[in-house]
């Protein structure tokens, strides 16, 4: 009796056993199709929730490269940006974060909304995606519809060169600025810097003649009256005691009243961090 309450527990508990790894096995492999990870959502925010600007141009970086190696990347990416050349971003995801990766690549432009919204390189995004696995890389881009000429073996050659740097030197950072290095190369070989010519201003010329004489003697007799105005102001400012800025007693006047010592604003000389994103659609097309 003893033998088969025995056998029929242990026959139970190898049901129920077998049922949790079924449930946990489906659950897993449903995962990816509920838009958890990078490239499995769909439009308009692909399941992601990134802010549109960010304080560099990489992004989710933290926990594998130096700081001091993104402000070097941000240094080239804001000269192609600032040239019209590309607006680049760069995204590090762990390959436990990413499903289809090169639809990760797209999304994320799209979602960060990369590339001019007008003129001669509108919609010239970028996006570099760096998936860490175990023990290497693997780098994917997406291209957006403003930049036809980057050529699918010269942007694959970027991948290669970077996941060779890595595998060579075990360095993130040294991977890093190879990307962005030979990524500038390239762009700037198929890219000028868009140049804005402004327009040179149209000489004013004057009526010869009488009218012309009438002309200019109206306007010398207004800098002349301007010029007596300012005496004017300046000599009440000078009898009213300290130049207008205080009065007899020594008080602050009106004039001074309203403004720190230390000028006309307490934040002079702060700055806020740049930021850094897209300003156009994100239409791409390439990928891989």
């Not at 995004?125 to 760096?130: A, E, M, N, P, R």
């Not at 327009?199 to 007596?228: K, M, N």
């Not at 000078?238 to 130049?243: A, E, H, L, S």
């Not at 207008?244 to 230390?262: C, K, L, V, Y």
């Amino acid at each position: 009796m003893d033998r088969n309450k025995a056998w029929q527990a242990w026959i139970l508990t190898s049901v129920l056993a077998f049922s949790f790894l079924i449930s946990f096995t489906s659950a897993r492999a449903a995962a990816p199709y509920a838009g958890s990870l990078c490239g499995d959502g769909s439009a308009p925010d692909y399941g992601l929730t990134y802010d549109l600007q960010q304080p560099h141009w990489t992004v989710d970086w933290e926990n594998y490269v130096s700081e001091q190696s993104v402000n070097e990347v941000d240094r080239v990416l804001d000269r192609l940006n600032g040239d019209s050349i590309a607006q680049t971003m760069i995204l590090f995801q762990s390959q436990d974060q990413v499903g289809i990766r090169t639809n990760c690549a797209v999304h994320f432009l799209r979602y960060m909304q990369l590339g001019l919204p007008t003129g001669e390189r509108k919609d010239n995004g970028f996006v570099f995606l760096i998936v860490v696995e175990n023990n290497s890389i693997d780098v994917h881009y997406a291209v957006g519809l403003g930049l036809p000429a980057l050529t699918a073996n010269e942007l694959t050659n970027i991948n290669r060169a970077t996941e060779d740097s890595y595998d060579s030197t075990k360095s993130m950072d040294q991977a890093l600025l190879t990307l962005v290095n030979e990524f500038d190369k390239v762009a700037r070989s198929n890219y000028e810097p868009l140049v804005t010519v402004a327009p040179t201003p149209e000489d004013i010329e004057l009526p010869s003649g009488p009218a012309g004489i009438l002309i200019v003697c109206c306007l010398t007799c207004l800098v002349i009256l301007f010029v007596l105005f300012l005496i004017w102001i300046l000599s009440q400012a000078g009898r009213g005691g300290g130049g207008g800025m205080f009065t007899s007693s020594g008080s602050r006047s009106s004039w001074g009243r309203g403004f720190p010592s230390g000028g006309f604003s307490s934040n002079r000389g702060r700055s806020s961090p740049p930021s850094r994103g897209g300003s156009g659609s994100g239409r791409s097309g390439r990928t891989n």
